[in-house]
């Protein structure tokens, strides 16, 4: 596979295998951290159209980084992927726990019911992690239930919100401030420091489940913010 | 145990940073000040990766409720002991019930403060280092508080060579701190390249663990290019130029972003960033991969000939 390295700095390399936000390249970026996860000691973050990797130098130096990194990804195919990995985040839209879903609705000339209906109808590819931990870059979005984000955004955005902005759809995983359109909320932890887990990774490919508010409460627990 | 009496400006525990979970979002935290805290762990008889409270501008007050020994590197802070002045960048032993004051830094502007034994906070991650923005880690998540308290893994009153455990940390006298260009160097003119490395920048009030924000002059971009990229990874020392100025991103940068970064700060220098603080000056200088690498490694192993030294001392006639 053909890689451009960027340098950044004495610990960490950008190799771009892309220019642009699609499948295509993500497919490639993801084939390209399989091949490099082979190379012990390597931190990889995959991103958009590439993966940064950071490393020692105290264990490691630079032209043997660049040398290894060359080597794995000239046998890196950009085919061979096994069947994607699905990941199903069960949502209750609306109510109380998804308080712009009537503005959005009336935004778009569609009732709630079809903005919900289109939101978990779709699959969203999540290009990779980042902003705040557990956080997924999503893309997919129907432009039917597009909207801008909120002009002044809210102090406070409960975890597990389910939000639209412009035409990107979120999830968020911890207590924020934020101007995305809240649509629903999941029950959900994406990300749980003391159980030392993230649920979703770069890669998979969501999918929103509609559940009931009844649902919602039981699967909460009684895990509130 | 510790007890803290007064907060200080910023003081959070902090070991070398989470690693291992970026792709997950999660930043690396850490001290901001790796040489600090290396050397005060060193100093207290502990790995050099070992937690410690790292501190900001100006000190806590704490209370030791058993007798341990510590020690302070970094930045040169007004300390004392029992209302007795003591030095920064040498061991201690408190007794039980002695009362540590930590004021104002001379110079500096951080230091690590490291407990004999280090100090019984959760890993969480992998790290006991405190994640501010995500409120994980550490002490519950946050800066210490007065009344907060923090026990001991495994405290001492003794440690070879106690009387010989000093060591004078390199304060910069000018901040002419080494950066890589890259990664997106090429998106800048040479103009805007040469203003970067030869601009005199002073650190705004608008910094922080995540980063320190610039004042000076303007930095041009090529033709055709502006601040925007297709979001990608972020090293530690990054200068992101979202707006003509550099930002320098620090220990709680976040791991992803979409700016264009115009260099990076070499490892080497990064303590030397971290002891800038509002209102401080700094200038850029080119530097090389290999040459920084070999800094960096220079720089730990005097560290490490440090340890051996005090460490491996036997009885002293």
């Given at each position: 596979m053909e890689i451009e390295i960027l340098t950044c700095g004495d610990s960490a390399l950008t190799l771009q295998v892309g220019d642009r936000i699609d499948p295509q390249v993500a497919a490639r970026v993801r084939a390209l951290c399989r091949a490099l996860?082979?190379?012990?000691?390597l931190e990889l973050v995959p991103t958009y159209c590439g993966v940064t990797v950071h490393y020692d130098p105290l264990v490691r130096d630079d032209a043997e980084v660049r040398a290894l990194v060359r080597l794995k990804a000239g046998e890196a195919g950009a085919e061979g992927e096994a069947s994607p990995e699905y990941f199903e985040l069960p949502v209750c839209y609306g109510g109380e726990l998804g308080p712009d879903l009537p503005q959005l609705a009336a935004h778009c000339g569609l009732s709630e019911r079809e903005v919900v209906d289109i939101h978990s109808g779709g699959q969203y590819l999540i290009y990779m992690l980042g902003f705040t931990p557990g956080f997924p870059y999503m893309g997919g979005m129907d432009k039917r239930i597009a909207m801008p984000r909120l002009e002044t955004p809210r102090a406070h955005i409960p975890w597990g919100s389910v939000g639209i902005a412009g035409e990107q759809t979120g999830v968020y995983p911890s207590v924020s401030p934020g101007g995305w359109r809240l649509i629903g909320r999941t029950p959900l932890r994406l990300f749980d420091p003391k159980a030392g887990r993230t649920l979703l990774r770069a890669g998979m490919l969501l999918r929103f489940r509609p559940i009931s508010r009844a649902e919602y409460d039981a699967l909460a627990g009684g895990d509130r913010p | 145990m510790i007890e803290i009496v007064s907060k200080g400006l910023l003081t959070t525990v902090q070991d070398m940073g989470r690693r291992g979970h970026q792709p997950s979002g999660v930043p690396v935290c850490g001290a901001m000040d790796w040489q600090a805290l290396a050397a005060a762990n060193i100093l207290a008889g502990n790995p050099m990766d070992e937690a410690a409270l790292e501190i900001t501008g100006l000190g806590p007050e704490l209370v030791f409720h058993e007798a341990n020994i510590f020690a302070v590197s970094g930045g040169d802070f007004d300390m004392s002991l029992d209302g007795a002045p003591i030095a920064v960048g040498r061991a201690y032993v408190a007794p039980r019930g002695a009362r540590l004051k930590i004021g104002a830094a001379r110079a500096g502007f951080r230091a690590c403060l490291a407990f004999c034994g280090g100090l019984d906070i959760p890993v969480v991650l992998g790290s006991r280092s405190t994640c501010l923005t995500a409120g994980?880690?550490?002490?519950?998540g946050r800066p210490l508080a007065a009344g907060d308290r923090i026990g001991f893994r495994a405290p001492q009153t003794w440690l070879p060579a106690l009387e010989r455990r000093a060591w004078a940390y390199p304060l910069a006298q000018k901040a002419r701190v080494r950066a890589v260009p890259g990664p997106q160097d090429a998106a800048f003119s040479p103009e805007g390249m040469a203003t970067f490395f030869s601009g005199v920048y002073t650190i705004t009030a608008e910094s922080n663990r995540m980063g320190y924000r610039t004042a000076g002059p303007e930095i041009a971009y090529k033709p055709?290019?502006?601040?925007?990229?297709i979001s990608d990874g972020i090293a530690p020392g990054a200068v992101q130029v979202p707006n003509g100025r550099p930002i320098i991103l620090m220990a709680d940068r976040q791991t992803v972003g979409g700016y264009t970064k115009i260099a990076t700060v070499i490892t080497a220098d990064l303590p030397v960033v971290a002891q800038l603080k509002p209102g401080d000056s700094l200038t850029f200088e080119p530097a090389e991969v290999a040459p920084a690498q070999a800094a960096y490694r220079a720089a730990v192993r005097r560290l490490r000939s440090l340890a051996f030294e005090l460490d491996a001392a036997g009885p002293e006639w």
């Open positions: 996860g082979q190379i012990p000691g | 994980f880690g550490g002490h519950e055709g290019c502006g601040p925007n990229i």
